[in-house]
Each structure stands twice: as structure tokens, then as C-alpha cells.
């Protein structure tokens, strides 16, 4: 009996970036390959940066994945602008591995056009995407941010979206919202990590019964976790992930500052790079840290493994996302970890975290909120006992890997019926 051949396709690879969607990409890869009759693989999307001097289009490897070159990239229709030659390379993958469903962790550097070529190249594959991101709802890099105002956007409007990108024809935006979705008319299935998320896409035009809402692992492959290490006074916060602007990180380090005033014991850690932050908010990220003094430290980029520990030295972990977020991974590796989570109130966070159960909601972008929040989190007692004993539910890796291979199964044999 031949196997169920299934490709995974993400936008980069685990080896170059922090982002969670490469990981859950190739964790789910791994554990379908692991899985009896079924045969998967990997193949991510690769720039200048990742691989010198590769010429667009060409196919490479790291490791047993797949890696296709590619070139340039326009993030406002999210098609490709350095010609056909990538099809060379996708063409040799699917050829390769023959895949009875593909499966895309988003269309970012990938294009959108993508869908389309891998019709054509195998029609009788199911395609099925899962919606990590608002990127082809927001052509603000998927932010759903209003710009200047950095006002939480609800949605994705022609006449909204103009007053966002005053340069770009109102027609443009329009056409490129029916673009998209012509495209997308590809697509077999959509996954959606959260609720939130999916309803997000109902309201811009897909059909509710094409999303499928699948949580992601809480409990990564591999990974144990170690438990918080016990102390008289909770007062050790931390953020983990890219320090950007949308993510609230000058809204902590303020709350920090403040609290430096009234609280010389409290201290702050950020997790994580600048990446190719601006120079702009570097400079006010800096300025931030200072104004917080011994309260607040930058412990730059961590590894994979290196979280389990961090989280060990942790009481609470922050998220203050500006933000609507999806299904932030490292709200789901605090719970598993047994630790509470201060979040902004809103979309994905609110949906994960339950305010006053197993964590704490402040409204987004309010640092005096915070500042409060944070000394109740510190000095209450019995508060952070109680959250952290707040029952939860964790999707294991396993589990998370079924849940895929029964939707995967029931589309093909749905379809090829």
C-alpha cells in the first residue's frame, strides 16, 4: 500500500528565525513522517540573506528540508516580481515528492501565486493553508494597524485601507482584496489557530465552512518542562519574542520606569532581538531600558532550548501586544510551564488567556494599567498560586499531529470521492 505523501511549505526555516509558524511547520512535518503510511517533507523559502549568492529560484537544503531560493517579493499584492525561474525549483519538489496534499504555512516571500502553479503542477493534490497571520487581509505587513495612529484596525475596508497607504488607488486596494481571494479559490481547506482569527477572514470574504479552527501544541516536540522555581515574592516578569513596536515592548519598559520609582526590587527581562527593527525605535527601545534603570534588562535573542530554563526563572510572563496577535506560541509554552501570563485584553491573547483564571488582561497600550496589574501580580497574596494552578488543557505535539492527519485524510478521501 503506497504512503499519503504530504508537503509541508513554510515561508522560512527554524534555522534563521524565531517566528513560530517556521517551527510549527517543521515540528508537524516531522511528526506526519513519523506517523505510519504517511511520507512528509519540508520546503521553506529562502532570500539573499539566508543563502549568498543563490540564484533566484534555485533549490537547495538544509538538513532533509527542501529550501527554494527566492528573489523579489512585492508585500503589497504578495506576488512575486523576479519573473518564473522559481517555478524550475518548486516544480523539482513536487516532482521529488509527489504529494497527494500540500500544505502552506502562509503566502509571505512564497507569493501568492503559488496556489495556482501548484494546481497546474499537481492537480490531483488537495492544497490546504493554515492562516497564521492577517498578512493577506492587511497590506500593513498584516498588523491590522492603522497607520499613523497604530489604532487597532477591524478590518480590511478599500476606503480603510486608503488612509492607511494614501499613495496606493483605492482601485488598487480593491483589486487587490479581489486578487487575493480569486487566488485563494485554490485552496481545498483553511486552518485557523484561533477564533479570533477565523473570524477575522469570514468578515473579509472567506466561507466559514472552508476554515477549520485547530489550536496549536502547547507542549513543543522534545521539550520538558522544568517547574517555576519557588519564591517568597512573585515579582520576576518577562517578555519573550521580537522586540518590535506592535508588540507593547516601549508600553513595559515605561510601566517599567514607573515602577522603578516605587519598587527597587522588581525586575523586568526582554527576551528576544531587534531583528531589523528601525532605527527610530532602537534608539527609543535603548532610551526605554535606561529610563527603567536596574528594573528592566535586554538578554537579547534565545534558543529554542534555552526557553524551558528562562521560564524556570520566571513568575509572570508579559505580552502587552499594541496588536490583535493570533495564537501567540509563547502564551501556550507559559501555560505549559505552569506560569501565569499578564496580556493585552484583545483578539488572540484574550481568547487564550482568561482574566483572573490563569492570567491577567490590561488594556492595550495603557502603561499606568500595567504599572497596577504588575504590582498586584507582585504583591497579592495567593494571586499567582492560584492562576498558576488554573487548570488547562494542553494540545500536545501528538495530538496536534492527529488532529492534522484526520482533517488531511477526510479532505482527500472527501474529494477524491
Request: aromatic residues 6%; negative net charge; hydrophobic residues 45%.
Amino acid at each position: 500500500m503506497s504512503k499519503f505523501r504530504i508537503l509541508e511549505i513554510a515561508h522560512d526555516h527554524p534555522a534563521w528565525t524565531t517566528g513560530g509558524t517556521e517551527h510549527v511547520a517543521q515540528d508537524l512535518a516531522r511528526g506526519l513522517d513519523a506517523r505510519d503510511g504517511v511520507a512528509a517533507r519540508l520546503l521553506v523559502a529562502a532570500t539573499s540573506l539566508q543563502r549568498p549568492g543563490a540564484a533566484p529560484g534555485s533549490l537547495q537544503a538544509i538538513g532533509e528540508d527542501f529550501v527554494l531560493c527566492t528573489g523579489r517579493y512585492d508585500r503589497f499584492s504578495m506576488l512575486r516580481e523576479d519573473g518564473t525561474d522559481w517555478l524550475e525549483g518548486l516544480g523539482q519538489v513536487l516532482e521529488i515528492t509527489r504529494p497527494d496534499l500540500v500544505h502552506l504555512h502562509g503566502l509571505d516571500r512564497l507569493g501568492a501565486e503559488i496556489l495556482p502553479a501548484i494546481r497546474r503542477m499537481r492537480p490531483r493534490a488537495r492544497i490546504v493553508l493554515t492562516l497564521h497571520d492577517y498578512q493577506l487581509i492587511c497590506p500593513g505587513d498584516g498588523l491590522l494597524l492603522t497607520r499613523p495612529e497604530g489604532m487597532r484596525c477591524p478590518g480590511m475596508d478599500a476606503d480603510r485601507c486608503r488612509n492607511c497607504f494614501p499613495e496606493i488607488e483605492q482601485a488598487r486596494h480593491a483589486l487587490r482584496r479581489a486578487h487575493l481571494q480569486a487566488l485563494l479559490d485554490c485552496v481545498d481547506l483553511f486552518i485557523a489557530p484561533s477564533t479570533f482569527l477565523k473570524d477575522r477572514f469570514v468578515d473579509w470574504g472567506l466561507a466559514e465552512s472552508r476554515i477549520r479552527v485547530v489550536p496549536n501544541a502547547v507542549v513543543q516536540a522534545g521539550i520538558s518542562w522544568d517547574s517555576p522555581a519557588p519564591r517568597a515574592r512573585r515579582d520576576r516578569f518577562a517578555y519573550f519574542g521580537n522586540i518590535l513596536p506592535h508588540k507593547g515592548v516601549l508600553v513595559l519598559l515605561e510601566a517599567a520606569a514607573r515602577l522603578r520609582e516605587t519598587d527597587s526590587t522588581l525586575r523586568v527581562n526582554f527576551h528576544g532581538g531587534l531583528g531589523w527593527a528601525e532605527q527610530d525605535f532602537r534608539g527609543a527601545f535603548k532610551a526605554g531600558l535606561t529610563a527603567a534603570g536596574q528594573i528592566a534588562q535586554h538578554l537579547g535573542p534565545y534558543d529554542r532550548g534555552d526557553l524551558p530554563n528562562l521560564l524556570a526563572r520566571t513568575d509572570w510572563v508579559v505580552m502587552p501586544s499594541l496588536w490583535w496577535e493570533n495564537a501567540p506560541l509563547v502564551i501556550l509554552e507559559a501555560r505549559a510551564a505552569g506560569i501565569p501570563v499578564i496580556c493585552s485584553g484583545v483578539g488572540g491573547m484574550a481568547e487564550l488567556v482568561r482574566d483572573g483564571i490563569d492570567g491577567l488582561h490590561v488594556p492595550p497600550g495603557d502603561a499606568a494599567a500595567l504599572v497596577e496589574t504588575m504590582v498586584r501580580a507582585a504583591t497579592e497574596p495567593g494571586l499567582w498560586e492560584r492562576l498558576a494552578a488554573a487548570p488547562v488543557a494542553p494540545v500536545s505535539h501528538e495530538a496536534f499531529v492527529s488532529t492534522h492527519l484526520d482533517l488531511f485524510n477526510a479532505l482527500f478521501n472527501r474529494v477524491a470521492a
